[in-house]
């Protein structure tokens, strides 16, 4: 029984294996991702609202120990850096239509977020040494790699607070939380690594300072592309990963839109159920390793995807997290379908949600 627990977790493959069906074929298949991660998976996720049923304790120790939970989600390093490198030797060879183009570059920057960055969420929050490299790999392929630090040391401290980036607020629109989330995640980043420095008594510029090495390591990465290849390529390949956190910021928006803690002399209260937003639909949790399990998550970020809990006082979303990334393009819509649901937490938990600063204005 464990053993089809682990297949399901295989679905992640079908959208690398149409990106590489978009490289040979190019025309109409370049589109392919696209089509299937934003029109195929939300179709599905409307028809089923997914389980929320729980692994009992022994099922959970299983799951823990078993290894190809591991191997499924290590595969994804190899997986992305050749779909990776494959896409700059195409963008290199030209040649294409312009629809082709932007199928190809959507597709990759698709696999930057998915395959990229949400793979490397779950991986950053890992103890090992490689399993840490891993995630900063994969965070590489998006330019992203900040994201190691101030996920790990600020996000999580500061969620669904006014002070943590990531935590969008209520009645903003996702075009503005994008502009602000890139600059001050990126911004936090330093001050948490300076920070960290400082209880060292090292200089910011000591060589253990990881926000330069992130920094040599990406801008290594773009020179590299724009001499092996061409500038062009390079500024392409920069597209994508844009497109790629871009993904990152909208599950961002998505995840903790309009969820605030009180804060009293003594500070937060701590982080429950309610400040995350949720969903059970099948499909997004197996092509995003179960993030939108993302209540429990934030209760232990040490918990691996597989066992990852639902609660029953953690907000559900009305779909999935493919479908409400489209709805959150839609400010309107947006607005229409989240606020009255933020209200009402509001009103049935007024002791652990406290009324955002935008709305009680």
């Not at 729980?54 to 078993?66: G, I, R, S, T």
């Not at 429990?296 to 997290?321: C, I």
Request: aromatic content about 14%.
């Amino acid at each position: 029984m464990n053993r089809l627990r682990i297949i399901k977790y295989l679905l992640i493959f079908t959208a690398p294996a149409l990106a590489v069906l978009g490289f040979i074929y190019r025309g109409p298949w370049t589109w392919a991702v696209p089509i299937y991660a934003y029109g195929l998976v939300p179709f599905v996720e409307i028809l089923s609202k997914g389980t929320r049923k729980n692994m009992d304790d022994v099922e959970e120790e299983v799951a823990k120990k078993d290894r190809l939970y591991d191997y499924i989600i290590y595969s994804m390093v190899p997986v992305q850096w050749a779909m990776f490198i494959a896409f700059m030797f195409i963008m290199e060879e030209g040649g294409l239509q312009m629809y082709e183009y932007a199928g190809l570059i959507f597709s990759m920057g698709i696999a930057c977020g998915v395959l990229g960055i949400n793979v490397a969420h779950e991986l950053g929050h890992r103890k090992k040494w490689y399993e840490q490299w891993m995630s900063k790999a994969l965070l590489l392929t998006a330019q992203y790699m900040h994201f190691f630090i101030e996920h790990n040391r600020g996000h999580h401290k500061n969620v669904s607070t006014e002070g943590d980036p990531a935590t969008a607020r209520y009645g903003e629109m996702f075009y503005t939380f994008w502009v602000r989330s890139v600059v001050m995640s990126y911004i936090s980043a330093w001050k948490l690594e300076l920070k960290r420095l400082n209880r060292k008594e090292l200089p910011w510029y000591h060589w253990s300072n990881e926000m330069i090495f992130y920094t040599f390591c990406q801008v290594g990465l773009l020179v590299t592309v724009a001499l092996v290849f061409s500038v062009p390529t390079m500024l392409i390949t920069l597209g994508a990963s844009v497109i790629g956190f871009s993904l990152l910021e909208i599950i961002n928006y998505v995840e903790h839109y309009g969820l605030v803690r009180h804060k009293s002399e003594k500070g937060f209260k701590r982080v429950l159920p309610i400040h995350s937003w949720n969903s059970n639909h099948p499909m997004g949790r197996l092509i995003l390793f179960e993030v939108t399990r993302h209540s429990d998550h934030h209760y232990m970020a040490s918990r691996k995807y597989q066992v990852l809990r639902h609660f029953d006082d953690a907000p559900q979303l009305p779909t999935g997290y493919p479908g409400m990334i489209i709805l959150a393009t839609i400010p309107p819509l947006w607005f229409m379908v989240m606020n009255p649901r933020v209200k009402a937490l509001q009103e049935k938990y007024p002791d652990d949600l406290r009324v955002p600063l935008a709305q009680a204005a």
